[in-house]
Structure formats: structure tokens, C-alpha cells
């Protein structure tokens, strides 16, 4: 039986697109590909989300690393924080766990900096029974090691427990583990999956202009067949 709920932060719960961020800030497919390489794919920035680096030796070495275009790289390091918009369906969908009696969890490879900010000016870290960042622990996912000490330090059984990412390594570390592990791609599609796997969410709502039958208006939920994780491509 699913008792738990376990969410990934960065792309599931906020907004996490540094291309897309970067495409409206340049305009300028080169320069996009250089700063996207040298910060947010960079060992530096892995380096921060693992907690094994100071923040500030982090942006001093990214901004070594840019070389030419310090002064570009500069404004993103001041700056990027802005995408991190909250994904307002998903924060309504873990409202309705919650009623529902479902204890939420988060799992997130994030930096020390961010969890801060998350925990000062996010309100839907209050939602979160217990949680797990790679920064406390130094570990960042997909390695199994950042599983184990979730389940750990929250008591979980993976056997009763939903694991909800952006990333499909770490859906498939997840469900390796033997949790029930879902690929997030929209709100819509998590809540979908949710319902197939029997957890009792009201149904998404059709399009105003959708026509509707009166058998369909009847009905208080819609269910999909059983799935433990989706299989599309990918924080």
C-alpha cells in the first residue's frame, strides 16, 4: 500500500530550465551553449549541490572558467535564482495529499544557498513532513547512497512510498530501489498517474470547451491503467 509521497524540488515543484533562462536573457545560441557548459553543467555546480565547496570559492571559480565572458556569467550567478518560480498546480496537487492524509517528502540536489531561500520564502516547504538535500549530505542523486539515507532519516519503506523527479536516472535509481517511481512531467500527467495507481485525487478538470457528456459528468474520477514509472526523456 502507497503511503508516502516523495518529491524532487528543482522542475516539479519550481520552475528549473537554465536554457530556457538563458535563451530569454541572450538571445544568442553561442554564448547560451558557453554559459550553460561553464555553470549549471559544470563540476562546479555539482560540486555546490553537493555541499563539498563554499559558495563563494563556486562562483569564483565559474567566473574563472568564463574566461571572456566574466561579465555575462557574472549577471547570471546574480540572477538566476529568478526561475525558480513556484509550479502553483503542483503545490495545489501536494495540498490535496496532504488532506488526503499522504506525509510529503522532498529529495532535491540543491545548494545550501537555495534550501535557505526555499526555507525562508517558499511556502510550500511547510507541506513537507521531512526531506533530504544533497548539500546536508553530500550526495547528490542518482547514487543510491542519497536513497538510503532518506529512507533512513525519514523511516520510509520504498515499498509504500511514491518517488516524483524531473530526471530519468534518477526515476531509475528510484525505482530500482523499490520505490514506486514516477517521471515528472506536468502537474496534469503526475496527477493521471496518481489516479491510476488508486490514490483517490479529484480527477483533472476538462477544458471549458471540451463538450461533456452527461455519463462523463457523472463520473468523480478517471483512472489510467497501473504504472510505477512514465518512460519519456527528461532538474
Not at 23 to 50: G, K, V
Not at 95 to 119: C, H, K, N
Not at 175 to 195: C, D, H, M, N, V
Request: hydrophobic letters at 40%.
Amino acid at each position: 500500500m502507497l503511503k508516502n509521497v516523495v518529491f524532487d524540488l528543482g522542475g516539479v515543484v519550481v520552475d528549473y530550465d537554465p536554457r530556457a533562462y538563458l535563451s530569454e536573457r541572450f538571445l544568442n545560441q553561442p554564448l547560451e551553449d558557453f554559459l550553460y557548459e561553464h555553470i549549471f553543467a559544470s563540476d562546479t555546480w555539482r560540486a555546490l549541490d553537493a555541499g563539498t565547496i563554499t559558495m563563494s570559492k563556486g562562483v569564483q571559480l565559474m567566473l574563472d572558467a568564463c574566461g571572456p565572458r566574466r561579465y555575462e556569467a557574472q549577471m547570471v550567478l546574480d540572477d538566476w535564482r529568478d526561475m525558480l518560480v513556484t509550479k502553483n498546480d503542483t503545490v495545489r496537487l501536494m495540498e490535496q495529499l496532504r488532506t488526503l492524509g499522504y506525509p510529503l517528502y522532498y529529495l532535491s540536489d540543491i545548494a545550501e544557498d537555495v534550501l535557505e531561500m526555499f526555507q525562508q520564502k517558499k511556502r510550500f516547504m511547510q507541506y513537507f513532513t521531512g526531506g533530504i538535500a544533497s548539500c546536508e549530505v553530500k550526495i547528490t542523486k542518482p547514487d543510491p547512497r542519497i536513497f538510503a539515507k532518506l529512507v533512513e532519516v525519514c523511516k520510509l519503506d520504498p515499498a509504500e512510498t511514491i518517488f516524483i523527479d524531473d530526471r530519468q536516472e534518477n526515476v531509475d535509481a528510484a525505482a530500482a530501489l523499490g520505490f514506486t517511481a514516477i517521471l515528472f512531467t506536468s502537474a496534469l500527467e503526475l496527477r493521471r498517474t496518481l489516479l491510476s495507481l488508486d490514490l483517490p485525487l479529484p480527477a483533472p478538470r476538462r477544458p471549458k470547451s471540451d463538450p461533456v457528456s452527461k455519463s462523463q459528468k457523472a463520473g468523480s474520477f478517471f483512472k489510467l491503467g497501473k504504472t510505477s514509472a512514465a518512460n519519456k526523456p527528461q532538474r
